[in-house]
């Protein structure tokens, strides 16, 4: 039986496209990494989402971001639905909406991730990004509300969070410039008008 003899030529080429395709990987890399690095340190954290992927807070860099405490079965819940059409009225101009689930007042989120995920979409449409359950305060508070609320990296909003729904404005350029206690919803004029105002500068 005659054996197929492969040329010279097609083995250049086949280890020509292996080292090209080695290189885009190591570029794609290296460049996230670059990313990570020049990151606000706002964004300088990695999240786990609702679906259990680690996500970069660096990807939102340029974005303007309104960064959210939920809870499923609290008085201010509804607020889903405000947070949902504000996102979609925007997120053309470059806003986005992250939304970190907590159980850390009155045990108001209690279910599990894949329960938090199907609530807000059959209740409220939820499209903006959500994450993994964390605590925004006391001993096991996650990174990111540390920096949120500490003195030391966010001396004009510092303090601790008093309730589920409230909202950290932070600029195209990753600076906290705004915080709004639970009271404030979505379609509140002062919250709105912040908005509007970081996204034209």
């Keep these: 039986m005659k054996k197929c003899a492969v040329k010279p030529a097609a083995i250049a080429l086949t280890a ?6 080695g ?12 990313v990570k690095a020049a990151a606000a340190p706002v964004l300088s954290f990695t999240m ?9 807070l660096s990807r939102y860099q340029g974005k303007v971001i309104l960064m959210v405490n939920t809870a499923s ?6 607020q889903y639905a405000g947070l949902e059409a504000l996102y979609k009225r925007f997120k053309s101009k470059g806003f986005v909406i992250l939304g970190f689930p907590s159980n850390d007042f009155g045990h108001q989120e209690p279910g599990t991730d894949k329960q938090i995920s199907i609530f807000c979409t059959s209740h409220y449409g939820v499209t903006f990004p959500m994450f993994s359950k964390v605590d925004v ?3 096991h508070q996650c990174a990111l509300y540390h920096y949120l609320t500490g003195r030391k ?11 589920n ?6 600029s195209r350029k990753g600076k906290i410039v705004a915080r709004f206690r639970s009271p404030i919803t979505p379609e509140s004029a002062i919250l709105v008008h912040a908005v509007e105002t970081q996204l034209a500068q």
Excluded: Y
């Design 165 to 170: 729904f409230e909202k950290f404005l932070i």
């Design 153 to 163: 990296t966010d001396p004009r909003f510092a303090g601790v969070v008093k309730w």
């Design 137 to 139: 305060k006391g001993p």
């Design 48 to 56: 786990p989402s609702l679906a259990g992927r680690n996500v970069h």
């Design 23 to 34: 290189m885009a990987g190591w570029q794609a890399r290296t460049q996230a990494e670059a």
């Design 16 to 21: 020509l496209i292996l080292a090209a395709a």
């Design 73 to 78: 079965k609290c008085g201010f819940t509804p």
